[in-house]
């Protein structure tokens, strides 16, 4: 299971600020072809509104291809269109459209891949305040110091400037 759901993650991709993936690997997730499952969402379209499901501009799949996968695979490369992205509620959508025991296990294993990210996400957001706290104190050490610091630098400013001398090293056989 971990497997799968690593597989997933690399299949997750941030668009318009939103964590969707795409309808191409969500077919091959649902072991269907990609015009199949559109299909499916476009007889379903009431229930995939533009928070559940857009498609993507050609602007935007452009620099999808270059940023997010590079070389495109064989299954991207000849699209007639821009493919459409589902985010998390879009995707548990698509199980009521994709009524099989495939889907639903699918579904499943996507939607822990979202859990998972969403905790993860959350386990970090500490992060951002604890080194806004570390620069406020630093800037207060700085303050504090400044004369020291002050010191240090322009020492160390003179190191630089005035490489110490060197010796030759090897055997001086007194031709130089």
Do not use: C
Request: net charge positive; charged share 25%.
């Amino acid at each position: 299971m971990a497997n799968k759901l690593a597989q997933i993650k690399n299949m997750i991709y941030e668009i318009r600020g939103q964590k969707v993936m795409l309808d191409s690997d969500l077919a091959i997730l649902y072991d269907v072809p990609t015009h199949r499952l559109n299909e499916a969402v476009k007889r379903n379209v009431k229930r995939f509104p533009p928070d559940f499901m857009f498609q993507l501009t050609e602007d935007e799949w452009g620099s999808f291809l270059i940023s997010q996968i590079a070389i495109s695979k064989d299954n991207r490369g000849g699209r007639r269109f821009a493919p459409f992205v589902f985010t998390e509620q879009g995707i548990s959508m698509l199980s009521t459209v994709l009524n099989s025991e495939r889907a639903i296990e699918v579904n499943i294993n996507i939607i822990r891949t979202f859990v998972k990210l969403r905790h993860y996400v959350h386990s970090q957001s500490g992060t951002n305040e604890q080194i806004a706290e570390l620069r406020k104190l630093l800037m207060l050490y700085i303050e504090k110091n400044d004369k020291r610091v002050n010191e240090i630098i322009i020492a160390l400013n003179n190191l630089i400037e005035q490489p110490e001398k060197t010796q030759k090293i090897g055997f001086n056989t007194g031709n130089s």
